[in-house]
């Protein structure tokens, strides 16, 4: 009886602790789907780790976006390797929903380069699923909660959550100058019971908001 009350009480701290929000990890690798990371430098606050703003470009002239189908671009250290391909690809997808709903408010979305165009190229380039909260209490570690029998538990939020790599380019789809270039990473702050996408959706859904606000910004500058 006393260990299911230390796994309840456990469970209680994962499921209520925090907000259903991802965070950024500040460690970031680089996977090769830039191809030339030379001007990307850190980011500041609020901004991506790893970040390229073009200082001659002008924001305000681009009225319309080419936005390329997101790749699913396996890095020699992802692990997206066992991840079903048809898990991709709804990740894929709903990433792409989810920035072209946030950008057609501002931009007209078309699919030939031109004047005036934005072309936008991303890849998810790693990601992981939040694990189920149980296979993670039954862990076998050396900590400082004891069960009955010797045994201890691990509870390692990290290793809970779910998390996602995302890199990604602006270009003149004109020129093919480029405007802006950007390498990320986000995981949760909590968990399902049920392992899930559910962090990794958050993540896009805060990218596709937070990259529809900074071009706004740039635009007015």
């Known amino acids: 009886m006393r260990g299911f009350n230390v796994i309840a009480f456990m469970l209680l701290i994962v499921l209520f602790t925090g907000c259903a929000q991802t965070k950024q990890t500040r460690k970031v690798e680089t996977s090769g789907f830039l191809g030339d990371y030379s001007m990307l430098q850190e980011g500041k606050e609020g901004e991506a780790l790893l970040l390229y703003l073009n200082p001659n470009a002008d924001w305000a002239s681009y009225d319309k976006l080419l936005f390329e189908s997101v790749s699913i671009w396996h890095g020699k250290d992802s692990n997206m390797d066992d991840v079903p391909k ?21 931009y007209e979305i078309v699919n030939e380069p031109g004047p005036g165009v ?16 149980l296979d993670v209490f039954f862990t076998i570690e050396q900590q ?3 069960l009955p029998g010797g045994k201890v538990m691990t509870i390692d939020a990290g290793s809970v959550a779910g ?3 995302i890199e990604a380019e602006i270009t003149d789809a004109g020129n093919g100058v480029m405007l802006a270039a950007a ?26 908001e937070r990259l529809s606000q900074r071009l706004r910004e740039l635009r007015v500058k």
């Not at 934005?118 to 909260?133: C, F, G, H, N």
């Not at 390498?183 to 990218?207: C, H, I, M, P």
Request: charged share 30%.
């Open 118 to 133: 934005l072309r936008i190229r991303m890849a998810i380039t790693d990601a992981e699923k939040s694990k189920d909260v």
């Open 86 to 106: 048809a898990d991709l690809q709804r990740l894929a997808n709903y990433l792409h929903t989810a920035i072209v709903k946030n950008l057609r408010a501002d």
């Open 183 to 208: 390498v990320d990473n986000r995981s949760g702050s909590k968990s399902d019971l049920k392992a899930s996408w559910n962090d990794v959706e958050q993540a896009f859904q805060y990218w596709a």
């Open 144 to 146: 400082n909660l004891h």
């Open 163 to 165: 998390r996602v790599e």
